[in-house]
């Protein structure tokens, strides 16, 4: 009995850091797409003037990217 509540701790514990550390990088991942996003809506006319679409383009695919991959971690 003593055993499997030790296994069953230490379990716990392994699982949960591991689970906190992918979650935190999702969230991370999150908050930098909304940012860029944000960014990129109020300065419309600034990126229309200079024709950076394809950049803001590229920018936010990679940045979607890598929120599908921490996605699918989690």
């Given at each position: 009995?003593?055993f499997?509540l ?9 699982f ?8 935190r ?36 695919k ?12 989690v």
């Amino acid at each position: 009995m003593i055993f499997t509540l030790g296994l069953y701790t230490y379990f716990s514990k392994t699982f949960s850091a591991k689970r906190r550390v992918q979650i935190r990088e999702r969230k991370d991942a999150e908050k930098k797409t909304e940012f860029t996003l944000n960014e990129s809506i109020m300065n419309y006319e600034t990126v229309k003037a200079f024709t950076n679409e394809k950049y803001e383009e590229t920018r936010f695919k990679k940045l979607l990217a890598n929120l599908r991959q921490c996605a699918n971690v989690v």
